[in-house]
């Protein structure tokens, strides 16, 4: 029929436009390059603000003592303690507690926010039993990974530049975070010092690092999505300080803002940008990450209601509700392995209210989970592409035997199988075969968690 035919139009249409040929991939990996050099040129000098992170020591496995860290940046927020045992024994034991961020607290005040963290994290320092070990007479440490744009000043402190994800926090923004949740510790009464000031890459960087001395970069593929590396300190023209001993120095990217002409963007991103909380900003992270993937997913399902009466005579009104269809649930349509496409009829009935679905919609339902997914994973693949041509990673010399791994973390790279599996390939396609040989990608698991107290340890005030 040819409300059928106006539907697959829209299909086609969009898929079109979602195109990323291998060529294009290449524009774009050559495009972050550019972009990273310039954005290491000059404070600036680019929409990659290639923050200087103060990190310029990894972790080397020889972290002893009890640490804490804090993990804000998502919907949720960690608090996690560890007992380091050294070279030998490694991490001893750690316990951590997940705590949901009451949405009002989101979009309320840095007083608020600061109090509830402090108070959950008094909390958790409470049940601190059997197998941790706080040296007497010393005060506790923490490692707080805070993933938000953030411009250091030092290991442990730094004024946050935006807010980004689903935060907006207005009198939060150019100040201290650390001595905003500083200032909420001390008034509980809770003896606490944050020693190291992180963003949630350098902690999962940090973290892979203490795992395998191979990591030399990490992506979080997350609520959001960004990346850090390690790079030589001369390679930072904008860095004037001391050249640190070790001449290297974290770099983290901030890769969620990147934005190319390269990209292909659609009418519903175009859309999904103009109605978000920062419209013009975060362009790579608005295709690729877990808050937003699922959203344009809605959009085209929207359009096609409204202009080939897909769904029938009246608009499904709960395709309107913005961010109404949540990624895990796309990713659980895409996953669907039923012959009758069960779970893709239960998701549209449950979450959309449209029900009687037909398997012939069903079907596109998944096509179109297909099309969103596919680009973001090869997009994030592009990325790490133009990471490792700046490192010049990206080809060997003969009887080299360097290996280079990316520590990846986040729930979508976590959950989103066919995500993953798609930027996996697609990274190999980018590499070749030849030095794809010598490039993985490794799961970090709660990387941030860990690598932010690894990195407390190395800054504590007692060493
Ligand atoms: P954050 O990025 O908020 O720190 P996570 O790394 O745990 O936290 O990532 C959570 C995000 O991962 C969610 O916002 C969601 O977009 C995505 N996600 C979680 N589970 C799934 C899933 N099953 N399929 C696809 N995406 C998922
Ligand atoms: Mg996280």
Redesign the pocket.
Known sequence: SGRWARAMAILREFEDKCGTPIGKLRQVADAMTVEMHAGLASEGGSKLKMLISYVDNLPTGDEQGLFYAL?L????FRVIRVQLGGKEKRVVKQEFDEVSIPPNLMTGTSEALFDFIAEALAKFVATEGEGFHPAPGRQRELGFTF?FPVWQTSIASGTLIKWTKGFNIEDAVEQDVVGELTKSVEKIGLDMRVTALVN?TIGTLAGGRYHNQDVIAAV?L???TNAAYVERAHAIPKWHGLLPKSGEMVINMEWGNFRSSHLPLTEYDQALDAESLNPGDQIFEKII???YLGDIVRRVLCKMAEEASFFGDVVPPKLKVPFIL???D???MHHDTSPDLRVVGSKLKDILEISNTSLKMRKVVVALCDIVATRGARLSAAGIMGVLKKLGRDTVKEGEKQKSVVAL????Y???TE?RTSMESTLKELLGDEVAEHISVEHSNDGSGIGAALLAASHSQYL
């Open positions: 993990d940046g998502g919907t949720n993933s949630d979080i997350g609520t959001g990450s877990g808050m949540r990624t895990p796309m990713s659980a973390d986040g729930g979508l976590e959950h989103y995500f």
